[in-house]
């Protein structure tokens, strides 16, 4: 991904291996896509249950993004949009 692409989350999950499953689905589709955690690099993984993780994706991939995660079973929670969108 580069710098200038527009990510947005597109799920949130409650650990770090589940976005990570998600993760694995789409990188085998190709969609190019991160897992964003503030857990303390690993040291406290359980700020991950009240922050969660969360699978950005690029903006222009979206579409396909909601098809593939529906369809593999990894469906997450879908965030909120922000306020005034």
């Known amino acids: ?3 200038d692409e527009e990510l947005v ?3 949130t ?3 770090v291996i589940d976005a990570e499953l998600a993760k694995s689905a789409l ?3 190709g969609i190019d896509c991160m897992v ?3 857990n303390q690099g690993g040291q406290s993984p359980g700020l991950t249950f009240t ?5 950005l994706v690029r903006a222009d991939d979206l579409e396909a993004v909601e ?3 529906g369809a593999e079973g990894v469906e997450g929670d879908v ?3 922000p306020k005034g969108h």
């Open 36 to 38: 964003r955690s503030d």
């Open 9 to 11: 989350v597109v799920r």
């Open 27 to 29: 990188d085998a589709f």
């Open 13 to 15: 999950y409650p650990t």
């Open 51 to 55: 922050r969660r993780a969360e699978l």
């Open 1 to 3: 991904m580069s710098d």
């Open 79 to 81: 965030p909120e949009p």
């Open 67 to 69: 098809d593939i995660l």
